[in-house]
């Protein structure tokens, strides 16, 4: 069936002449467009009326409408998008596949670049925050890696969302402060901006060729209609609900302003001293299927202005790594692992210890599911049958707008912690219990922490899956603490001696030092009995 739609005039005053003139210019047009794009090419026409100075968006209009026979009108909007951002290039197929230095076989999704975040709670006169909270969300530029065509069709599977998330580092911690919910793709234009590009298509078309970049901007990746949340999708298929759900006024925001987008409170943004990073991740079933589902995410530092509460983007992205590497980047001593799941997807488990210098030890650990549908329940570290436990700690994250299981939130209750019998454990409740229960889904990740007057050693953390399913745990190696009979037998042979040395040598200052080596060479020999 067709439908007509009566364009009206693009909002664009005070943005020149040549904006102005194209207002008049698409004051009136008519085009007819099919059913499936009629609400796509609604919704992205007002949106651009709202955003004129969103050059992507103008050109990504320009091309759906040229695709659906409205080639005078598009190429107008076309147009304008190149004197905004010359980087945009108009693509029909002139590059050719020799000219690509493709990494990958099959198609492979990534973030090439994350240009900006967009303050949703900004204005002219300040910042407008809600209840306390202010909303943004961050641009992604993806790009296909692979050899095939990427398929980016919202009416089928076979399309991308995508969650952007915001983090801080701060007192030696990196944490995840806030997430939004998953864009839902539509489009991809067939740009250059992360190397050279065989189109699949002109204008703006349902696939993404190889080597091809296709830009989101910062503000359209906070539009609401394309907002669905994440418990709609299953991040080992990637299969997604099509008629997802949208974001809805609440009592505690009314205009519907923070809703699914990254909402983070005015004093955690004021932490002073910290440092911001936001991070984009893309899902895509066809990229699973071809084996290139670990590199779907990239992230970059951002900058608070402590007077606007705008957030800017900083440095380089950090092209297909996930943001627990920041931790890394910041803190040289910190060390990961990634933890695969049989037939389910990875967590990377991060840790350090530091030696407080009063006879105890803080042991910090940072878990980061990646893409495991089962998620994490508990986390388990070994305790000495002589250790002490003191300030015991955990960083969740906050769930809103009903984004769990049925409509309603995730539970978002700190995990129990507690400490004896061999081990420090925290956990939430069960999946039986509650399937909405504040596990650590994919996408996300929790902090642990806690004093210890034992020694770290080498160890295995005991990672509790939450879904049922085999296995219903996976071991991590991190260091935990020791038993105090012995401290210093760091192999756990029963006595002191030259292995013990070369384990502590080869941590030298992570967390050892030379105390720590003077405690073992005075205790050389058998352990006591």
Request: contains cysteine; charged residues 15%.
């Amino acid at each position: 069936m067709k439908k007509l739609i009566l364009l009206g005039a693009i909002g664009l005053a005070g943005c020149g002449l040549l904006v102005a003139e194209l207002s008049a210019q698409l004051s009136t047009q008519l085009v007819t467009v099919n059913t499936k794009s009629d609400a796509i090419i609604a919704e992205l026409y007002d949106y651009v009326s709202e955003h004129p100075e969103d050059a992507s968006s103008l050109l990504r209009l320009g091309g759906m409408m040229q695709n659906q026979g409205a080639f005078e009108e598009g190429e107008k909007l076309m147009q304008r998008a190149f004197a905004l951002d010359p980087t945009l290039t108009q693509n029909f197929g002139e590059h050719q596949p020799e000219t690509l230095s493709l990494g990958t076989t099959g198609a492979d999704v990534y973030v090439c670049d994350m240009p900006g975040v967009h303050h949703w709670t900004g204005g002219f006169f300040g910042s407008n925050p809600v209840n306390g909270f202010h909303a943004y969300s961050a641009g992604t530029t993806s790009a296909n890696g692979g050899d095939e065509i990427l398929g980016w069709n919202n009416s089928t599977q076979n399309y991308p969302v995508i969650g952007q998330n915001l983090y801080m580092y701060h007192d030696d911690r990196l944490q995840l402060v806030a997430i939004s919910w998953l864009k839902h793709g539509f489009c991809a234009l067939q740009q250059s901006q992360c190397g050279p590009c065989t189109p699949a298509g002109s204008g703006c078309p349902t696939q993404l060729g190889p080597g091809c970049s296709d830009p989101y901007s910062a503000s359209l990746n906070g539009q609401q209609n394309r907002l669905g949340p994440r418990s709609e999708v299953n991040p080992v298929t990637g299969f997604r609900v099509l008629n997802h759900a949208t974001p809805s006024p609440s009592p505690d925001d009314p205009s519907n302003t923070l809703g699914g987008r990254i909402r983070v409170h005015e004093d955690t943004l004021s932490t002073p001293g910290a440092v911001f990073l936001v991070e984009g991740q893309y899902i895509h079933p066809q990229d699973i299927d071809s084996g290139n589902q670990y590199d779907n995410s990239s992230w970059r530092y951002a900058t608070v202005n402590q007077s606007s509460f705008a957030i800017t983007s900083s440095g380089p992205t950090r092209q297909r790594e996930t943001a627990i590497y920041a931790w890394q980047e910041l803190d040289p001593e910190v060390v990961i692992n990634d933890i695969d799941i049989p037939d389910d997807g990875r967590f990377s488990v991060a840790y350090v210890v530091r030696d407080n210098g009063d006879g105890t030890w803080r042991y910090e650990y940072a878990v980061h599911n990646y893409n495991s549908d089962r998620a994490a329940g508990s986390f388990e570290v070994p305790l000495g049958v002589d250790g002490n436990v003191t300030n015991m700690g955990f960083n969740g994250v906050e769930y809103f707008n009903g984004d769990g299981v049925g409509g309603v939130n995730y539970d978002s209750t700190p995990w129990t912690m507690t400490s004896g019998d061999g081990v420090v454990r925290w956990e939430t409740e069960s999946f039986g219990d509650n399937d909405n229960a504040n596990a650590l889904r994919w996408g996300t990740m929790y902090n642990f922490w806690f004093d210890s007057d034992l020694p770290p050693v080498d160890a295995d953390a005991t990672l509790g899956l939450f879904k049922p399913g085999t296995p219903n745990s996976a071991d991590a190696p991190v260091m935990a603490p020791a038993s105090n009979s012995c401290p210093w037998d760091l192999n756990g042979n029963g006595s002191i001696g030259a292995p013990d040395l070369g384990l502590l040598l080869s941590n030298w200052g992570n967390p050892y030092t030379s105390a720590q080596l003077a405690a073992l060479l005075s205790n050389w020999g058998p352990c006591p009995q």
